[in-house]
T-cell receptor
Framework: DVKVTQSSRYLVKRTGEKVFLECVQD?????MFWYRQDPGLGLRLIYFSYDVKMKEKGDIPEGYSVSREKKERFSLILESASTNQTSMYLCASRPLVGRGGYGYTFGSGTRLTVV | AQSVAQPEDQVNVAEGNPLTVKCTYS??????LFWYVQYPNRGLQFLLKYITGDNLVKGSYGFEAEFNKSQTSFHLKKPSALVSDSALYFCAVTGDNYGQNFVFGPGTRLSVLP
C-alpha cells in the first residue's frame, strides 16, 4: 500500500523554536507539497517541489522554508515558530503529470501547537 | 486562474436519505476533478476522480459524482447516507497543462443524522 508518512501526529513547540516537520513518500513521486489547514480557510499551499533540490513558493510561504535533499523526503521548516503557526500541516505527493495518474496522496497530518 | 467553490459550509442529511455535496469550478483547459474526504485529525483520503470519459464517476464507499461541463459542476452524491459518512469533503481541480497544481475548495462538512 502506497504511503505518505509524516513523522509526528501531534507536536507542541515553544515560540521562537526552530521546528522541522518531516514527510516521506514511498511511491517514487516527483512532486511533493506542504499545506496548512485552518478552520474556515481550507487548505493553503505553503511550498511545493517538483524534483530533488528544487522548491517553489506556494500561497503562504512567509515564515517557512523547505528542504528536499532526496526524492522521497520533503521537510518543512519553521525558522522561528510563532503562535500564528499553530495549525494542522498536511504533506502530499503526486506523480509527474502523465505518469500514473494525477491524484494527490496525503499523509495523516501533523497538528502543531506553538505555545 | 483556477478556482473551486463549495457553496455549502455544512450539509445535514438523515441516515438512509440521498446526499449531495456541491462543487463548481473554473479552470483553463480541460478539467481534472477530484473529491477527497477527511475524518477528524486525519489527512485527506481520495474518493474519486474525473479525468475523461463517462460523466458519471463511481468511487469509494458507494460515492459517485457527475461531471457537467456546461454547468462547470462536479457534485458528489450517494444514494443512501450512513452515519459513518459524516466528515469533511473537499473538491479539487487542476487543468491538463503540465505542472498545474491542485486548487482545493474550502470544504463542506457533512453530518448524517441517525
Amino acid at each position: 500500500d502506497v504511503k505518505v508518512t509524516q513523522s509526528s501526529r501531534y507536536l507542541v513547540k515553544r515560540t521562537g523554536e526552530k521546528v522541522f516537520l518531516e514527510c516521506v513518500q514511498d511511491m517514487d513521486h516527483e512532486n511533493m507539497f506542504w499545506y496548512r489547514q485552518d478552520p474556515g480557510l481550507g487548505l493553503r499551499l505553503i511550498y511545493f517541489s517538483y524534483d530533488v533540490k528544487m522548491k517553489e513558493k506556494g500561497d503562504i510561504p512567509e515564515g517557512y522554508s523547505v528542504s528536499r535533499e532526496k526524492k522521497e523526503r520533503f521537510s518543512l521548516i519553521l525558522e522561528s515558530a510563532s503562535t500564528n503557526q499553530t495549525s494542522m500541516y498536511l504533506c502530499a505527493s503526486r506523480p509527474l503529470v502523465g505518469r500514473g495518474g494525477y491524484g494527490y496522496t496525503f499523509g495523516s497530518g501533523t497538528r502543531l501547537t506553538v505555545v | 486562474a483556477q478556482s473551486v467553490a463549495q457553496p455549502e459550509d455544512q450539509v445535514n442529511v438523515a441516515e438512509g436519505n440521498p446526499l449531495t455535496v456541491k462543487c463548481t469550478y473554473s479552470v483553463s483547459g480541460n478539467p481534472y476533478l477530484f473529491w477527497y474526504v477527511q475524518y477528524p485529525n486525519r489527512g485527506l483520503q481520495f474518493l474519486l476522480k474525473y479525468i475523461t470519459g463517462d460523466n458519471l464517476v463511481k468511487g469509494s464507499y458507494g460515492f459517485e459524482a457527475e461531471f457537467n461541463k456546461s454547468q462547470t459542476s462536479f457534485h458528489l452524491k450517494k444514494p443512501s447516507a450512513l452515519v459513518s459518512d459524516s466528515a469533511l469533503y473537499f473538491c479539487a481541480v487542476t487543468g491538463d497543462n503540465y505542472g498545474q497544481n491542485f486548487v482545493f475548495g474550502p470544504g463542506t462538512r457533512l453530518s448524517v443524522l441517525p
